[in-house]
């Protein structure tokens, strides 16, 4: 019995070095496992697409890292960060003073303004008085949560948190939410898609606050991780200025997503 | 009617090979087997060990024993999940580094094996430990008094005595071990259910996918169910029927 | 599942320990190790977050426990038909009954919640009429459907036992009750049911503990319970340790609640010998 126990625990340290050793090399880019139009979706053969997964693929060649697509849960992103589950967050995640004390932040690699979309015979505005007494979905985690929980609830409009943004647009059409907060550009993929023309249109853009919604989105690194920090700044300088930025995001938008 | 019948049954959804999603939720389905094989089989190792652990061990190892135990039973899954999946694989990598290793990849396959089975180990302990405790005393007390090794006791006598015991215990964890690999889905790891949600949402024809992975997974436990009633036949042989 | 599986799942009356022999030497030193391991994680990881908390964690606490009592309640009732019904009834409703059981038990409790949940919700675009009803208001809510799994779920697995305690009432008993000339019902009424529940006593004890743990699962369809308080907490401060230990510690401390209170009332329950 101890001589086999023994034999199992080197046996066991041997693999786990190996793991190791194995596992050095490689950049786990993780973003949320979930559709989210057109940044990533998957498709029926368990691949990713989407402009963020061109994005991704186009700096990591720029930069010459061997990147491994790892989708995790949204709500547990951060931590798979911190404890190494992941190294970097390629998932259209936002850039605020809230996640800097944890975490750190490439240069913005696109910016748009935040949208609230509602039901078609719906008449309100996208401010806290029209969202006055209304439902509004918002996924867990984001600057669209802190915002609305910042302006609508005090002005009377209660707010349903769901783990996925998917799941938020399909309760609204469902008609169980009033409305809907998230990032302008994938509700535009969701109002074009058959459902989300079906039954919803855009309210407007929500008033800017920078402290929440942020600077943008940049790709999330841990603080410790500098050297690789400065691979991908240099990168996405690099494909912003051959144009390989504006070739696949030709393909998704007629506009620059980069922002101002 | 108002609604459309062709939303509901579009089959083409399902089908083998992209742009039908058949083929991902199959591969689905084989990974959420194979964490519950691999958990639960490293359940039944923990569950080993715990049993004997709990009953012939010293009082220190019987209390630690009873932790574990009784913080599994007493915890939801979908928290112990959680907690092994995130705090667990931090632990075990800041261990690895404190002792000089270096951190390394669990991969998500290796961490939905070990939350399984350090779950279904506790479970393991205490169906065992019924079991063994069924074995009736002569017979143990006569391998002994053969002069028989605690190693020969233990796999001539204890072990084949007190399966037909711990069988219906044991099925019965076994489904409840491919049932629980659902709830990784709530951690990210493509098993069956969140594959069939990211299906679901990407196609919107929630009722189909779910409908069908139900069906998948129902005939595993139908399967399951027909070879546990063979090996409990086996194991049963020779016993008075109870009724 | 079997009544060894439910012990072995969930802490039941027999694993509380036992007052006077708790308290032995090595117990005394184990216990002081883990006082000195609470007061470390007390004393050296993040506990700021905890003022503001209280009062959520305090509504989801109750929430919870609102989940575990109202679908343990009416799963209760929506089994005792279908296990009675299996050991009675006209075939067609047997094989019913068993089948509803079956399915239920054979498939995730996870899928059948997203099934009804996100399943049904999209049905519901497609008839206006709905909303216009007066059910909309509940429809539109997330905690029906929550009920509703919990409920469906507790349901098959409880007809499940009360199917065997049914059976397992001597027949003679029932015999005699007839010959009384009890009609039926005040046969199932007097004896069938009362013998068949004091001997699932136990089994459903058990079975409501493990009930506690299915109940986080509704959070992931939005309903705000203790799991979901303690998601918002890891999510705003980035916490991966204090608030899923938190977590663990509040249900263990719902559970020994729970597995006292069902001690208390089993020893109230007179038993004669086996």
């Known amino acids: 019995m101890k001589n086999t126990l023994k034999i199992l625990s080197v046996a066991l340290a041997m693999g786990l070095a190996g793991a190791a050793a194995v596992a050095a090399q490689e950049v786990k880019v993780g973003f949320a496992a979930e559709p989210y139009p057109p940044f990533t979706s998957p498709d029926a053969s368990g691949n990713w697409e989407g402009w963020e997964v061109e994005f991704q693929k186009a700096i990591c060649a720029e930069a010459k890292l061997d990147c491994v697509i790892t989708p995790v849960a949204w709500d547990g992103i951060i931590p798979a ?131 929440i919604l942020g600077a943008g989105v940049g790709v999330g690194i841990r603080k410790e991780d500098t050297e690789l920090k400065g691979k991908i700044n240099a990168a996405i300088k690099a494909i912003r200025e051959n144009g390989t930025y504006e070739a696949f995001s030709k393909k998704y938008f007629d506009f620059d997503v980069y922002g101002g | 009617m108002a609604a459309d019948p062709g939303s509901l049954v579009n089959w083409s959804l399902l089908a083998l090979s992209p742009p039908g999603w058949g083929g991902a939720l199959l591969r689905g389905f084989v990974n959420s087997l194979q964490i519950a ?80 089975g350090v779950v279904q180990g506790a479970y393991s302990t205490e169906v065992l430990r019924g079991a063994i405790k069924a074995v009736p005393a002569g017979q143990i007390e006569a391998a002994r008094a053969y002069g028989m090794s605690p190693t020969k006791v233990i796999t001539r006598v204890t072990l084949p005595a007190m399966l037909p015991y711990a069988i219906p215990g044991l099925s019965n964890l076994w489904l409840i071990a491919t049932k629980d690999t659902a709830l990784l889905a709530v951690v990210g790891f493509s098993e069956l259910t969140l594959v069939t949600r990211q299906a679901a949402g990407t196609t919107k024809s929630y009722l189909l996918f779910f409908l069908a992975a139900g069906v998948l997974y129902l005939a595993l436990t139908l399967v399951s169910n027909v070879f546990i009633k063979m090996i409990e036949r086996h194991a049963r042989r020779g016993f008075v029927e109870q009724s | ?74 799963g209760f009732l929506l089994a005792v038909p279908l296990g009675l019904v299996q050991v009675t009834g006209p075939w067609p409703l047997k094989w019913a009954a068993n089948w509803f059981c079956t399915i239920i038990r054979g498939t995730p409790l996870l899928l059948q919640l997203w099934l009804l949940y996100y399943g049904l919700g999209s049905l519901f675009p497609q008839f206006p009429a709905i909303r216009q009803s007066f059910l909309w208001p509940y429809l539109r809510e997330s905690w029906p459907y929550g009920v509703a799994a919990l409920t469906i779920s507790f349901a098959a697995y409880e007809g499940e036992v009360m199917r065997g305690a049914f059976a397992g009432v001597p027949a003679g008993e029932l015999e005699a009750g007839r010959a009384y000339g009890m009609s039926r019902w005040t046969l199932f009424r007097r004896i069938w049911l009362p013998r068949a529940l004091h001997r699932a006593l136990p089994t459903l004890n058990g079975e409501t503990v493990l009930q506690l743990k299915s109940t986080p699962l509704v959070a992931t369809i939005t309903v705000v319970d203790l799991y979901a308080v303690i998601s918002k907490v890891r999510q705003e401060t980035f916490l991966t340790y204090e608030p899923l230990m938190l977590l663990a510690l509040i249900y263990m401390g719902l559970t020994g609640l ?11 329950i007179p038993t004669r010998g086996a």
């Open chain 1, 81 to 211: 960060l911190t404890t190494k589950k992941i190294d970097v967050i390629i998932g259209s995640m936002s850039i605020t003073p809230e996640r800097l004390k944890t975490i750190d932040f490439s240069d913005k690699y696109y910016n748009t303004p935040t949208a609230v979309i509602g039901p078609k015979d719906a008449k309100f505005e996208a401010t806290p008085e029209g969202l006055a007494g209304k439902t509004i979905g918002v996924q867990v985690s984001t600057i669209h949560q802190d915002y609305a929980n910042k302006y609508f609830v005090p002005a009377g409009a209660t707010v349903k948190e769901y783990q996925t943004q998917d799941e938020a647009n399909n309760d609204l059409a469902a008609g169980r939410l009033d409305a809907v907060q998230a990032d302008s550009i994938t509700l535009d993929a969701f109002l074009k898609s058959e459902q989300g023309a079906a039954c919803c249109d855009k309210k407007g853009n929500v008033k800017d606050d920078p402290a």
């Open chain 2, 37 to 116: 094989v691999g958990g639960y089989s490293l359940g039944l190792v923990l569950g080993i060990g715990g049993a004997f652990g709990k009953l012939y061990g010293g009082p220190i190892l019987r209390d630690l024993m009873e932790c574990y135990t009784t913080i599994v039973r007493a915890v939801p899954e979908l928290v112990l999940i959680l907690l092994l999946y995130y705090a667990g694989t931090d632990a075990i990598n800041q261990l690895l580094t404190l002792v000089g290793f270096g951190s390394i990849d669990i991969n998500g396959l290796v961490a939905g094996i070990f939350v399984i």
């Open chain 3, 1 to 74: 599942m079997t009544d060894t599986t439910t012990h072995a799942m969930a802490l039941t009356p027999e694993d509380l320990p036992k007052a006077g022999s708790f308290f032995k030497p090595h117990r005394i030193f184990l216990m002081l190790l883990f006082a000195t391991l609470v007061f470390c994680v007390a004393w050296f990881m993040r506990w700021d977050w905890l003022p503001r908390y209280l009062p959520r964690l305090g509504s989801g606490i109750l929430v919870s426990l609102a989940m575990l009592f109202s679908t343990a309640g009416l």
């Open chain 3, 258 to 268: 729970l597995v006292f209170a069902f001690k208390y009332f089993e020893n109230r």
